[in-house]
C-alpha cells in the first residue's frame, strides 16, 4: 500500500448534521400542554362563574315577581274624559254658516252672566239702581253675514247694517249667507228650540200643518194663488183680484215654516213653491223690478223673493229679489214713505210698513239696501208718532193698529229694545190695552212680531192669549175629505177680511202662530218660568 492510500495524519472531525428541533423550540414545546391546560381552566372558570350569575338573577326575579292571579287582581286606573274631550260639535245650523257659533247657543240661559238665584221675569230690564237720566242703550241684533250683514241697525258711516267690515256693524262671511238667528231659525233643531222657547206648542204647530196643507189645496195649476178663486165658496173670495198678492200671501206662511223650492224629505211642498215662484218672476217688469198690482202686493211679493232666495242662496232668485228690493227704493217719496202706485207719492204707514219689512228681508237676505232708503224712512216714522208713541195713518195719530207697524219699523230699522223708553211707552199706551181678544188679522200680524220682539211676561200674556184664540177659532170640523175649509179660517167679522178673503185671514194667521221660528229675536229675556218652578208660584 502506497503512502497516499494511508490515513492522514490529523484529519479533520467529521461533522453530521441531525433534523430535529432546538433546544428553544423543545422549550416550547414543552410549554404547549401547560398553556392549553391554562386557557381550559380559566375558561371553565368564567363560564361556571357566569352560569351562577345568571342563576342568581332569575332566582331574584322570581322572588320578587307577584304571582300571576294577583296581577289580574289590579283594577287599572280609569281614563281621564278630560283628556279625551274634543272641541267637535253637533253642527245645528242647516246653512253651514257660522263658523263662530258659542257651543252653548242652544241652552236655557241666554245672558251673558249668570246671576245666583231663581230667575225673576219681571225684574226691570237695564241695570239695577243705575242713572234713569242717561240716555237709553239697548241691545243691538247681532252681527251677521251678507254683503249688508243680517240686519245690525246701528248708525255707521256705511248707512244702518251696511257695514262690510269683519267686525264691524253688519259684517260678511266666507260664504255670503245669511246668519242663523234670522231665517235660519226656520228648521231644524233650531226651529224646534225657538219654538218651545219662545211659548209654541204642540196644538199650535198642528194649526199650522193644518192651515198649510189648506193652503196647496186651493193652489192654482199654474203655481199662483188667487183671492177670489174658483176653489173658494163666493162668501170667502176676497172683493179684489190681486193673483200677485194673493201669491205671496199663499208662499210667505210656506216659507216661514221653512218650506222652500230645494227638494228634502221633510218637504212635500217643493213642487207647489217653485211654480209659484216661476209666477211671481213672470209677473215682475225685467226692467224696472215691479211684480204688479199696487204696492202693496209689490211689498208682500218682495217679502216672499227676499225669504226664499235667503232661504236657499239660490242664485236664480237673486236678480228677482234685487229688483223687488230696487223698486221700492225707486218708488220712496222725499219724505220717506210709499202709497198705492210705484209713483213717489206721499206715503201713509199701512202701505209703508210693508215696504220697510221688505227693505229688512232685502238686509237679511244679503241684498243691496241703500242707506239713504232707511234713513229716510226712519224720518217718514218720526212724522206719523205723536208724543204718546202712537202712530196715525200720514200723521201723528192714534191707532193701535198703525201704532202696531210703526212699533215693528222701529224694532227693526232702529233697534228699539225692550229698554228704549219710547218703545215701552208705546207698548204700554197701545199694544198692551188692545189684547188679542177678537178678530183683527192686521192688527195681530203686526202686534205680535213687536211683542216677540219684546219680551218679558208681556209677549208672555199676549202669547197665551192670540195662540188659544187662534186654535180656537180655526176651521177644524170634519176632515179635509168632507170640509173643504178644514185648516183655514173664516174672513167673516175681520175688518180687513172682504178686501182679501179667506185666503188673506188664514195666511196672517198663520204667519202669526209661526212667529216663534220665523224671525228669532232680536232681544232676549230670560224665559226661565217656563222650567223654573219657583217663580211659577210667584206669579
Not at 202701505?351 to 242707506?371: H, R, Y
Not at 191707532?399 to 233697534?415: E, K
Not at 177678537?438 to 208672555?460: L, S
Request: glycine share 12%.
Amino acid at each position: 500500500m502506497t503512502a497516499t492510500n494511508s490515513k492522514p495524519k490529523n484529519s479533520a472531525p467529521v461533522v453530521v448534521l441531525h433534523e430535529g428541533p432546538s433546544g428553544m423550540g423543545r422549550a416550547l414545546l414543552k410549554l404547549i400542554p401547560s398553556i392549553i391546560g391554562s386557557l381550559l381552566l380559566h375558561g371553565l372558570l368564567v363560564g361556571g362563574f357566569g352560569l351562577y350569575l345568571f342563576i342568581t338573577h332569575l332566582s331574584n326575579a322570581s322572588e320578587e315577581m307577584p304571582p300571576e292571579k294577583e296581577i289580574n287582581s289590579i283594577k287599572a286606573d280609569e281614563p281621564d274624559e278630560q283628556k279625551n274631550r274634543t272641541f267637535n260639535v253637533v253642527d245645528v245650523d242647516p246653512a253651514a254658516t257660522e263658523f263662530d257659533t258659542d257651543t252653548q247657543f242652544m241652552v236655557d240661559r241666554l245672558a251673558d252672566v249668570s246671576v245666583p238665584g231663581s230667575v225673576d221675569p219681571t225684574a226691570a230690564v237695564g241695570i239695577l239702581d243705575g242713572d234713569r237720566s242717561a240716555a237709553p242703550v239697548t241691545l243691538p241684533a247681532p252681527g251677521g253675514f251678507g254683503a249688508t250683514g243680517q240686519g245690525g241697525a246701528l248708525e255707521s258711516f256705511a248707512g244702518p247694517g251696511n257695514s262690510k267690515a269683519v267686525g264691524e256693524i253688519g259684517g260678511y262671511g266666507p260664504r255670503g249667507v245669511p246668519l242663523e238667528g234670522t231665517f235660519y231659525g226656520r228648521s231644524g233643531a233650531t226651529r224646534e228650540h225657538a219654538l218651545r222657547n219662545g211659548g209654541g206648542t204642540d196644538a199650535s204647530e198642528a194649526a199650522v200643518a193644518k192651515g198649510l196643507k189648506w193652503l196647496i189645496r186651493i193652489q192654482e195649476p199654474d203655481g199662483k194663488w188667487s183671492l177670489n178663486s174658483v176653489k173658494l165658496a163666493d162668501k170667502d173670495k176676497g172683493r179684489e183680484s190681486n193673483d200677485v198678492a194673493a201669491t205671496a200671501f199663499g208662499l210667505l206662511p210656506l216659507l216661514a215654516a221653512g218650506k222652500t223650492h230645494k227638494p228634502a224629505k221633510d218637504n212635500p211642498y217643493d213642487k207647489n213653491i217653485e211654480k209659484a215662484l216661476a209666477f211671481l218672476k213672470r209677473s215682475q217688469n225685467a226692467k224696472t223690478g215691479y211684480f204688479g198690482g199696487g204696492m202693496y202686493a209689490h211689498g208682500l211679493a218682495t217679502i216672499a223673493m227676499c225669504e226664499a232666495y235667503g232661504l236657499t242662496q239660490d242664485s236664480g232668485l237673486r236678480r228677482y229679489a234685487q229688483g223687488g228690493i230696487n223698486l221700492i227704493v225707486n218708488s220712496q217719496h222725499e219724505g220717506g214713505g210709499w202709497r198705492y202706485g210705484p209713483s213717489r207719492a206721499p206715503g201713509d204707514t199701512s202701505v209703508s210698513g210693508w215696504q220697510i219689512m221688505a227693505l229688512k228681508s232685502g238686509m237679511m237676505a244679503g241684498l243691496e239696501v241703500p242707506a239713504p232708503a232707511v234713513k229716510k224712512s226712519i224720518a217718514f216714522l218720526d212724522h206719523c208718532v205723536g208724543t204718546d208713541e202712537g202712530y196715525g195713518y200720514t200723521g201723528p195719530g192714534s191707532s193701535p193698529i198703525m201704532t202696531a207697524v210703526g212699533l215693528l219699523c222701529r224694532q227693526y230699522m232702529q233697534n228699539w229694545g225692550p229698554a228704549h223708553p219710547r218703545m215701552r211707552k208705546g207698548v204700554s199706551n197701545f199694544i198692551m190695552k188692545t189684547p188679542p181678544d177678537r178678530q183683527n188679522v192686521y192688527y195681530y200680524y203686526y202686534a205680535t212680531q213687536v211683542m216677540h220682539h219684546f219680551g218679558g211676561t208681556e209677549w208672555k200674556d199676549w202669547n197665551d192669549k192670540m195662540r188659544e184664540f187662534l186654535i180656537k177659532t180655526q176651521d177644524s170640523k170634519g176632515t179635509y175629505d168632507t170640509n173643504a175649509n178644514f185648516g183655514s179660517w173664516n174672513a167673516a167679522g175681520d175688518p180687513h177680511g172682504s178686501h182679501g178673503g179667506r185666503l188673506m185671514v188664514t195666511s196672517l194667521n198663520l204667519l202669526t202662530l209661526e212667529v216663534y221660528y220665523r224671525y228669532l229675536p232680536l232681544y232676549y229675556r230670560d224665559s226661565g218660568y217656563k222650567s223654573d218652578k219657583t217663580v211659577q208660584n210667584t206669579q
